[in-house]
């Protein structure tokens, strides 16, 4: 074969990432409209260890190369993330697109991600030497870049199993199908005995990265409902300075301006 | 390494370009399957739709190397089948063609979309063709079309 490797297992596709100059490719959506074709390319895309979908006591596992029109057929998939897929370009752009691609590519406007960020989930990476998991937050270092060795590969995505019941996702892009998100949001919310124990918010597509603001969510933690309606004010106005976001095809001002609006609206569903 | 090779509509053949090659392009220039329309070559309009182990792929987003020993279908291929035939009888007397340059997707994209729900209700249609670009037909024609064949092939779905 000229140009790229085809393992057969991971094994093999591990070696071949460790001893040659490759790019992985599952779906090929991100990697193809960037016209490389001098790329060598790993195609990981069908190896069978990276399509499962399993579960353990704490987590859902997705693995890197499962399709979102795959993970939308799953029971087992939280109903917050296929909110968010289900949203993905179109049916053959979803029969292609892969969680692993959608992370790998970097992108603060991977649809998929604010999700993860929101849900606290983890990402299994593997290589020769080994593996490791990292927090989904922590693998981002900024717009295209992110912590992930040349010889390793994303194996899944670890998604908990429990605390995502009450969840909010809304994508806003230029029309229904094949729309590139212009702001995304995910929230989640959890409560033990009438105490608010998570109050999450991701925001997608808006900076160089998806942004969560841990210290601003500490501000209603712990409390009853009827309190955080009472600190809902200060809260949003916490949220109004520090949401620095950059112009893209719309202006900062309406992305904040959006922005704001969803996190009163995901709070209003949450009865705050 | 293992020679590119995969199964363009039943036959087998081998590719001894890139394997980074877009599809479309081997596709077109390499074996004639010239259904396989370039409207964008960035995944947006569905003109380059193939059937790739049954499952419908914008083929200027597709790797030759990724489809190594697949069964690729295009239209070519997937005319002569008898859903072909209700898709086509069901195209022609609803006018659902003018120009044709995004019908050879529409037809696959309705062949994915019938083959997982043989009787999908307008919206199921329009979901399942949202992204094939028609410049022409405003899409009611198609979407009737597709509603048509699935009634008269009953059965064949
Ligand atoms: C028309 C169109 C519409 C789109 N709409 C949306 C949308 O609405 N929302 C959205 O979020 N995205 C959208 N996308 C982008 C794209 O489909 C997604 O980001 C998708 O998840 C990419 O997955 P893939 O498997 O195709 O990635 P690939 O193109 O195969 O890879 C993407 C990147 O990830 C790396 N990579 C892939 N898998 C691994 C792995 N296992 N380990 C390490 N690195 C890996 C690759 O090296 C590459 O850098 C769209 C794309 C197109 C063409
Ligand atoms: S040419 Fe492939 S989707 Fe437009
Ligand atoms: S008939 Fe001309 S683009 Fe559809």
Same mark, same amino acid.
């Given at each position: 074969?000229?140009?790229?490797?085809?393992?057969?297992?991971?094994?093999?596709?591990?070696?071949?990432?460790?001893?040659?100059?490759?790019?992985?490719?599952?779906?090929?959506?991100?990697?193809?409209?960037?016209?490389?074709?001098?790329?060598?390319?790993?195609?990981?895309?069908?190896?069978?260890?990276?399509?499962?979908?399993?579960?353990?006591?704490?987590?859902?596992?997705?693995?890197?190369?499962?399709? +979102?029109?795959?993970?939308?057929?799953?029971?087992?998939?939280?109903?917050?993330?296929?909110?968010?897929?289900?949203?993905?370009?179109?049916?053959?752009?979803?029969?292609?697109?892969?969680?692993?691609?959608?992370?790998?590519?970097?992108?603060?406007?991977?649809?998929?991600?604010?999700?993860?960020?929101?849900?606290?989930?983890?990402?299994?990476?593997?290589?020769?030497?080994?593996?490791?998991?990292?927090?989904?937050?922590?693998?981002?270092?900024?717009?295209?870049?992110?912590?992930?060795?040349?010889?390793?590969?994303?194996?899944?995505?670890?998604?908990?199993?429990?605390?995502?019941?009450?969840?909010?996702?809304?994508?806003?892009?230029?029309?229904?199908?094949?729309?590139?998100?212009?702001?995304?949001?995910?929230?989640?919310?959890?409560?033990?005995?009438?105490?608010?124990?998570?109050?999450?918010?991701?925001?997608?597509?808006?900076?160089?990265?998806?942004?969560?603001?841990?210290?601003?969510?500490?501000?209603?933690?712990?409390?009853?409902?009827?309190?955080?309606?009472?600190?809902?004010?200060?809260?949003?106005?916490?949220?109004?300075?520090?949401?620095?976001?950059?112009?893209?095809?719309?202006?900062?001002?309406?992305?904040?301006?959006?922005?704001?609006?969803?996190?009163?609206?995901?709070?209003?569903? +949450?009865?705050? | 390494?293992?020679?590119?090779?995969?199964?363009?509509?039943?036959?087998?053949?081998?590719?001894?370009?890139?394997?980074?090659?877009?599809?479309?392009?081997?596709?077109?220039?390499?074996?004639?399957?010239?259904?396989?329309?370039?409207?964008?070559?960035?995944?947006?309009?569905?003109?380059? &739709?193939?059937?790739?182990?049954?499952?419908?792929?914008?083929?200027?987003?597709? &790797?030759?190397?990724?489809?190594?020993?697949?069964?690729?279908?295009?239209?070519?291929?997937?005319?002569?089948?008898?859903?072909?035939?209700?898709?086509?009888?069901?195209?022609?007397?609803?006018?659902?063609?003018?120009?044709?340059?995004?019908?050879?997707?529409?037809?696959?994209?309705?062949?994915?979309?019938?083959?997982?729900?043989?009787?999908?209700?307008? &919206?199921?249609?329009?979901?399942?063709?949202?992204?094939?670009?028609?410049?022409?037909?405003?899409?009611?024609?198609?979407?009737?079309?597709?509603?048509?064949?699935?009634?008269?092939?009953?059965?064949?779905?």
């Amino acid at each position: 074969m000229v140009n790229g490797y085809v393992p057969a297992s991971l094994q093999e596709a591990l070696e071949i990432r460790a001893g040659q100059d490759v790019i992985p490719y599952a779906g090929g959506t991100d990697l193809m409209v960037k016209r490389r074709p001098d790329a060598q390319y790993l195609f990981i895309g069908r190896l069978p260890e990276l399509r499962q979908i399993t579960e353990d006591e704490n987590y859902i596992h997705i693995g890197a190369a499962v399709t +979102f029109t795959e993970a939308l057929a799953d029971p087992r998939v939280p109903a917050l993330m296929k909110a968010a897929v289900s949203r993905i370009g179109a049916p053959a752009i979803r029969n292609a697109g892969t969680f692993g691609g959608n992370v790998g590519n970097a992108s603060a406007k991977a649809d998929s991600v604010p999700v993860e960020v929101a849900a606290d989930a983890k990402l299994r990476l593997i290589s020769l030497r080994g593996e490791r998991v990292v927090e989904i937050e922590s693998f981002y270092h900024g717009h295209g870049t992110h912590d992930l060795g040349p010889d390793e590969l994303i194996a899944e995505i670890l998604l908990p199993r429990t605390g995502l019941d009450h969840w909010y996702y809304e994508k806003v892009g230029g029309r229904s199908a094949l729309a590139i998100s212009r702001i995304s949001f995910a929230s989640v919310f959890d409560m033990q005995e009438d105490r608010i124990t998570k109050a999450a918010a991701a925001f997608g597509a808006v900076s160089d990265t998806v942004l969560r603001f841990r210290d601003l969510e500490a501000m209603l933690i712990g409390r009853s409902v009827a309190e955080a309606k009472d600190m809902k004010p200060a809260y949003l106005r916490a949220y109004d300075e520090r949401l620095q976001l950059t112009e893209g095809r719309v202006s900062a001002q309406y992305r904040k301006r959006v922005c704001l609006n969803l996190l009163e609206d995901s709070l209003r569903t +949450f009865g705050i | 390494m293992a020679e590119l090779s995969f199964i363009l509509n039943g036959s087998r053949v081998r590719y001894d370009g890139s394997a980074a090659d877009r599809l479309l392009d081997a596709l077109r220039n390499e074996y004639h399957c010239t259904s396989v329309k370039c409207g964008c070559g960035e995944g947006e309009c569905g003109a380059c &739709a193939v059937l790739i182990d049954g499952v419908l792929h914008n083929s200027c987003c597709v &790797a030759v190397g990724a489809v190594q020993d697949a069964q690729v279908v295009t239209l070519e291929g997937y005319r002569e089948t008898a859903r072909f035939q209700a898709l086509d009888r069901a195209f022609a007397e609803l006018s659902a063609v003018q120009c044709g340059f995004c019908t050879p997707g529409i037809l696959l994209a309705a062949e994915a979309l019938l083959s997982r729900s043989p009787h999908p209700d307008e &919206a199921e249609i329009r979901e399942g063709l949202s992204g094939n670009l028609c410049r022409c037909t405003g899409y009611n024609a198609i979407v009737n079309a597709v509603k048509r064949a699935a009634e008269e092939g009953d059965g064949l779905w």
